[in-house]
């Protein structure tokens, strides 16, 4: 590894052993170099399974970059397994009563985002919904803020829609993001939602893992919904 005051330099190897030359930028995290002599050179001439390790290499080459150079503004945060586990921590500790009051909104439009907005079912996209609470993290780990529920979701005409407060990545913020769940009518509130929560966060981590190519550690190899869109076979589904 080397590295400058704008970039960082690596030589990762992938899968298949061979050897990838790359730059990372430092203040966006942007691949400024990525050669290997292996695979062709422009994306439209490799096949799926070379872009997907292509793109898996430089995902990892960004997380290493970000662990050497911390102070760096090359990940964002929510695709920092670190950064997530500070979240995972503060929830756990949050107590249970306050989760409860601050995160029904969250609950209720997960199992039911149309009526939450008060569309016609027949004017949205089923599968469009993605349906976020984001929580701000104070400098020692605890809960500070909890924002109220947002949703985004595409209209049958096409058109993209989002309700509610959009907070941006950053240090401190944690985003959960997950699909219409429907529970059903035996599902316990006050009893499975936080740990439903806890899961969904670990599933982010073990996706970031997956992205990159990687194994997650075992402590992350949870079923659950993580990322909605990663690099590989499409387990972030699941």
């Known amino acids: 590894m080397g590295a400058d005051e704008s970039h960082v330099g690596l030589k990762l190897f992938d899968e298949n052993g061979f050897e990838h030359r790359i730059t990372v930028r430092k203040d966006n995290g942007n691949i400024d ?15 799926d399974e070379e872009q997907r390790i292509m793109s ?46 601050e995160f029904r909104d969250f609950y209720e439009a997960l199992d039911d985002p149309v009526a939450y ?20 993290l104070s400098p020692d780990d605890r809960i500070e803020v909890v924002d109220d529920v947002s949703i985004s979701y595409r209209r049958t005409d ?3 829609q989002r309700v509610g407060p959009f907070r941006e990545p950053g240090e401190g913020v ?8 429907e529970f059903g009518d035996d ?25 990159m190519g990687e ?11 993580g990322k909605r869109d990663i690099h590989g076979d499409g387990i972030g589904e699941t």
């Open 158 to 160: 096409g058109t993209a």
């Open 187 to 211: 599902y316990n509130f006050a009893e499975e939602f936080h740990d439903l929560i806890v899961t969904h966060l670990l599933a982010q981590i073990r996706d970031i893992y997956l992205h």
């Open 117 to 136: 907005l008060g569309e016609s079912y027949d004017s949205v996209e089923d599968d469009s919904f993605t349906i976020t609470k984001s929580y701000t």
């Open 56 to 101: 898996q290499v430089e995902e990892r080459a960004r997380y290493t970059a970000q662990q050497e150079f911390p102070e760096a503004d090359i990940l964002d945060p929510m695709w920092d397994p670190e950064h997530i586990d500070r979240g995972i921590e503060a929830l756990v500790n949050y107590p249970l009563e306050q989760f409860h009051a």
């Open 33 to 47: 170099i990525h050669e290997v002599n292996e695979y062709p050179h422009e994306p439209e001439d490799r096949t």
């Open 215 to 225: 194994e997650p550690p075992d402590e992350y190899k949870v079923q659950g919904i």
């Open 174 to 181: 944690i985003v959960c993001g997950m699909p219409w769940l």
